[in-house]
């Protein structure tokens, strides 16, 4: 390369990686690598002992790899490994590396097959290696073995996506000459993730096994799968029994090479030296590209962190009045906090998740419609209800007139079935408060305490709150109970409903020559658009696809796309109900399906529509609004004394009775639902989540202070003590310099340590340049003190 500064690259982010792997943060900043990716068997273990020039990686059959391996190769003057796990201790014996990686898979996977995303971090530095920073990763396999667990092909598959799916990764794709490329599991990962190939390169392996008279020239000339490819030639499996040496084995790869009618034009270009240098050429090239993404986001680390340790600094444990300033603050913050989950905010809002008090608006305004709308939407148990009602209080004697008793028991068993969906109303606002609550109360794991007891005062105020709350609501129900008043303004009365049942059908028909056969103006309205998918078309009919869904008062309509130019059907909600689809093993979809009442076909020859969507929330917004449009879930009407199905109504004058019973009982319960709708979210609003905020506002902090014990509530956690420590005490903090205050440690803000302290003699070139980007920063005032970038130790 000739640049010794780009040389120093490499080294620089193994340091870097390093320090940031001791203190657990190693995924933060995404630190440039190479990922090894193959099947098993493929040779990528050949591959990596080639480079060190050692055997020093486990062997055997099945799966050996079972952890991943980052393994940093570093060029020094003297041979030997060091283990991150192993602070201190150098390895001159490779074979005893090899136990070491045995030793450690086993600590954590256990004797069995199975595999852990744990990695091993593992130093060599040698005076025959190039500097050059691999993640050595489990083979692919397809099916488990042993006592491994079924889902093993997915685990590793989710494992090496984790690595190679990030930007900054470079990927090594072994593949053996001796299968079809086409077939390659490590190439198809490959493209998957990167496919312009433009950090990806391909490695075939034993290309001295390939059948007679075959080669893999068109492969190597990048003739067959577009991309980078250079072949090398390992040792086979009786020269590693055998022991023999790397250094020979190598020479007989350049004499296979030289001699071989295939590859001899292209010799300067395979083989596992050039291998090498190839990709210590591309990783540095690779480093040197990203630096300055790198560094922007490694200065927005620094300058994130720096105004936590102003943060930590602010309070003193040791100081009673700063303990009760921070408690006064936390106190204040946690009712600002819960106050804007519940009312909204518009400073941050949640692209991703819905907010608490967004979660109750879905309760107030789709779950519980919902559970009310099951209760009224049996018409055939009602009418049976109704039949039973009439001909129990004749008795032996046939009635003339409708009786009104009958009206009135109706009315008051469906007033009793209201008290289950308002319970169930009031839970579920209780349980997404509670939740709220966590939410909340999370930034206070730095004082267990003051976490714990403000967790069990406010949901205490909760449960206190959520008793009262249903004694109003069932105190509401009684009250609706203890009189009917049958002379409501919306109350049609016994001769209206007489007038209803008799001119239903002239109605009916005289509207829709009104309109000259077309539905009224209202029934076009559009209730939902969105996308569905029609999930039990048959293969010879186009599978499962994805449609453009429009539903209105009328019909239900979808289209190829949401232009809504090509309409694919049309379809009337006319006897139409709903029911839900069990989930299937493969699919993570939720869905529901539409069937006809009538049990005539819904949709061409089907007896049902299931139409899947991508969640839950989906699925009971689609619900909330196929209620809305008047299509009813299904319910199984079966009679409590087991007397099976309602009755045929032959007798004409007690089903017109029935009728009229019907129609009274629909008119007063629609009254009925409608003020329940009404006053239930007004109740549970003022009972309950006004009350609980008032409390958390007002009332808190008295009672945390009346504990009696509020220098107890604020003692740091043992965890949060040692980051203070750490982070207070970092050589990177000196309060007496006169610029801005600057962080190297990287991680998400909590109780992760920083990284660790290292001799301030540990210093290089490239250790100058990474603290020359610290001092990029924005200068602040002179009195605002300055905190230098940690040293970090020599390559050597």
């Not at 020093?56 to 060091?82: C, K, N, W, Y």
């Not at 020239?217 to 020269?239: A, F, H, M, T």
């Not at 440690?745 to 250790?767: F, I």
């Amino acid at each position: 390369m000739g640049n010794r500064g780009m040389e120093d690259l490499i080294p620089l982010v193994n340091r870097l990686q390093h320090a940031l792997g001791s203190a657990g943060q190693s995924c933060s900043l995404h630190l440039p690598q190479i990922a090894v990716v193959g099947g098993q068997s493929a040779g990528k273990s050949s591959v990596l002992e080639n480079f060190v020039g050692r055997d020093f990686l486990p062997r055997g059959s099945g799966m050996v790899t079972r952890r991943p391996l980052i393994l940093q190769l570093l060029t020094a003057d003297t041979e030997h490994g060091e283990f991150l796990h192993c602070k201190g201790k150098k390895f001159t014996d490779f074979e005893e590396i090899c136990r070491e990686i045995e030793a450690e898979t086993q600590r954590i996977t256990g004797s069995n097959k199975g595999i852990s995303p744990v990695p091993i971090n593992l130093r060599i530095y040698s005076p025959n290696v190039l500097n050059l920073t691999l993640v050595d990763l489990p083979g692919i396999t397809k099916v488990p073995v042993g006592d491994q667990p079924a889902d093993i092909e997915y685990q590793i598959r989710d494992m090496i996506m984790q690595y190679i799916c990030k930007d900054n990764c470079l990927i090594l794709a072994v593949t053996p000459a001796n299968t079809d490329l086409a077939n390659s599991d490590a190439l198809k990962l490959a493209k998957d993730v990167d496919p312009q190939g433009q950090r990806t390169i391909g490695v075939i392996t034993k290309l001295d096994l390939m059948d007679k008279g075959t080669d893999a020239r068109n492969i190597l000339e990048n003739r067959l799968l577009p991309l980078r490819y250079i072949g090398v030639v390992n040792r086979s499996q009786k020269d590693v029994v055998g022991k023999k040496d790397i250094k020979a084995a190598l020479l007989a790869e350049k004499d296979f090479f030289l001699s071989h009618p295939s590859y001899k034009h292209m010799a300067e270009s395979m083989g596992t030296p050039y291998l090498q240098k190839t990709l210590n050429q591309q990783l540095t090239n690779h480093i040197r590209e990203s630096l300055p993404a790198f560094r922007s986001h490694l200065q927005s680390q620094l300058l994130s962190l720096n105004k936590e340790a102003e943060e930590l600094k602010q309070f003193s444990p040791d100081d009673p009045a700063r303990r009760t300033k921070t408690l006064l603050q936390l106190a204040q913050r946690l009712a600002i906090d819960f106050e804007k989950l519940i009312e909204g905010s518009g400073d941050t809002v949640d692209t991703v998740n819905l907010s608490g008090g967004a979660k109750i608006n879905r309760i107030f305004h789709e779950r519980f419609p919902y559970e009310l709308v099951q209760i009224e939407s049996d018409e055939k148990k009602l009418r049976q209800e109704i039949n039973y009602a009439i001909r129990n209080i004749h008795g032996v004697r046939t009635g003339l007139f409708t009786p009104d008793m009958a009206f009135e028991a109706i009315v008051k068993k469906q007033l009793s079935c209201l008290k289950r969906p308002c319970i169930k109303f009031v839970d579920l606002v209780s349980q997404e408060l509670i939740s709220t609550l966590y939410q909340c109360i999370n930034k206070l794991s730095s004082f267990p305490k003051l976490q714990e007891e403000t967790e069990r005062l406010v949901t205490t105020e909760i449960r206190e709150q959520e008793s009262k709350c249903k004694e109003q609501v069932l105190m509401l129900i009684e009250i609706q109970l203890a009189y009917i008043n049958t002379k409501h303004e919306d109350f049609i009365g016994f001769t209206t409903a007489q007038q209803t049942n008799n001119q239903a059908n002239k109605k009916t028909h005289a509207g829709m020559a009104a309109n000259h056969g077309v539905a009224a103006p209202s029934r076009l309205i559009v209730i939902r658009k969105g996308w569905l998918t029609i999930s039990n078309l048959g293969i010879m009919k186009g599978g499962a696809r994805e449609y453009w869904f429009i539903l209105s008062a009328e019909s239900l309509s979808w289209f190829k796309d949401d232009e809504e130019k090509e309409k694919k059907y049309m379809l009337p909600l006319d006897n139409l109900r709903f029911r839900d689809v069990e989930k299937t093993f493969m699919s993570s979809k939720c869905v529901f399906a539409l069937f006809n009442t009538e049990l005539r076909n819904v949709y061409k020859d089907y007896k049902s529509l299931e139409l899947a969507c991508g969640s839950q929330e989906e699925l009971d917004s689609w619900k909330a609004s196929l209620l809305q449009a008047g299509v009813y879930p299904e319910k199984v009407a079966v009679d409590e004394q087991g007397n099976g199905a309602p009755e045929n109504f032959i007798d004409p004058q007690l089903e017109r009775q029935v009728e009229t019973i019907r129609n009274l009982v629909e008119s007063y319960m629609s009254i009925i639902y409608k003020t329940i709708k009404d006053l239930m979210p007004k109740t549970i609003m003022h009972l309950m989540i006004n009350s609980v905020k008032e409390f958390i506002s007002s009332e808190l902090l008295a009672q945390l202070y009346a504990l009696g014990e509020c220098s107890a509530l604020m003692d740091e956690s043992t965890e949060q003590q040692k980051y203070r420590e750490e982070v207070l005490h970092s050589s990177w903090i000196r309060p007496s310099s006169p610029t801005l205050p600057k962080k190297t440690s990287v991680g998400v803000r909590g109780h992760a340590p920083s990284v660790p302290r290292v001799p301030s003699n540990a210093s290089s070139k490239s250790t100058d340049s990474l603290q020359q980007i610290a001092r990029q920063h924005h200068r602040a005032p002179p009195s605002v003190p300055r905190r230098h970038l940690p040293a970090i130790p020599n390559v050597k």
